[in-house]
């Protein structure tokens, strides 16, 4: 649109208008894509071609992608810590959990152990140490039903 009017205004009948849209420029839109557009003034200098418009917004426009770009790059980069750190919050709770529940239920399955039998063999302790959850919960079962720690670990 700015080549076709500046081919336009290139006519020489239109001297006068392409002096009064120069001075337009100047005054009105340097001021504003200064201001607006984070262009600085001295990157504008005084218009008096259309043909220097068109080289300046498209130089402008290209700024403006680029600016885009970076920005949002790196309120995706923000977005993606800030999501991956509230992951990985969450996930830390999670295990912590599963670890916390799995410590109890050892903890009272070996008190319970030695309350029924006495001190526990290295192999009872070995096997429990590298139970899950479940299978402790199992065992706590076991320990009220079974009469030896053969029983309640052959299960």
Known sequence: MIRDLDGWL?????????????????????PRLS???????EAISEINELKEVHAMLA???????KQWIEQGLTK?????????????????IEQGIK???????LNTLCRLLRRKFGPIPDWVTARVNTADVTTIENWMEN?????????????
């Open 35 to 41: 201001k607006h557009y984070h262009i600085h003034p």
């Open 76 to 92: 995706g980069i923000e977005q993606g810590l800030t999501k991956g750190i509230e992951q990985g919050i969450e996930q830390g």
């Open 99 to 105: 670890q916390g529940r799995r410590d109890e239920a």
């Open 143 to 155: 320990v009220i039903d079974m009469h030896s720690l053969e029983e309640i670990f052959a299960s």
């Open 10 to 30: 290139q006519q020489p009948e239109q001297e006068a208008l392409r002096h009064t849209f120069a001075n337009w420029l100047n005054r009105i839109l340097a």
């Open 59 to 65: 130089d402008t426009v290209d700024e403006w992608v």
